[in-house]
């Protein structure tokens, strides 16, 4: 190949790697399940948005929101989606990783008094609810999280593994009485 071939690479290959980089990070930030008060009947729902359709537009300078799926589906199947506008307002303040690690922030674990910081997304948080001892916060779908959080307490990872072995496998564990 010769210099124009490489400079005619160049000059097409640079924008288009920009645009591919640019459509990945629109991705990103619009990839997710969120939570949204309908307001139809004022309940939380859990939806997500179309995101191939909003990274496009977001690659030409323009906001544009559809939703691909919504809890309140089929019942309310092509309502005018008029919940977009608080998505439209605080695109990131309801996305459900967002909302989850807010919460989480600044408070312990309820077995070891670990204080959570940045949330470990491969070794997720969990929860302890009143009757039903611990379970991961992603077992709990989106409209109920509110409900949940609410009255639940927050489990690290390593504390949510041991409970679980406990309560699964009690003829594994050797309680150790006296030991700190």
């Known amino acids: 190949m010769g210099n124009v071939s490489f400079f005619v690479l160049g000059v097409l290959g640079l924008p288009a790697f920009y645009l591919a980089v640019e459509g990945v990070l629109k991705f990103r930030r619009v990839h997710g399940p969120r939570l949204v008060t309908c307001p139809a009947d004022g309940k939380p729902a859990g939806v997500r948005l179309d995101t191939g359709s909003a990274a496009l537009a977001a690659l030409f300078g323009a906001e544009l929101f559809h939703l691909s799926a919504c809890s309140n589906w089929p019942q309310r199947a092509g309502c005018a989606q008029r919940c977009l506008a608080e998505i439209e307002n605080a695109p990131q303040g309801c ?40 379970r991961q916060w992603s077992n709990v779908t989106v409209e109920e999280l509110p409900k949940v959080l609410g009255q639940s307490q927050p489990v690290c990872w390593n504390c949510h593994i041991l409970q679980t072995l406990c309560s699964r496998h009690p003829e594994m564990v050797t309680p150790r009485i006296g030991a700190e």
């Open 95 to 134: 996305l459900v990783r967002n909302i989850v690690a807010e919460w989480y922030r600044g408070k312990e674990c309820v077995f070891c008094h670990r204080v959570f910081g940045e949330i470990d997304w491969l070794n997720k948080p969990a929860l302890l609810e009143e009757h039903h001892g611990t």
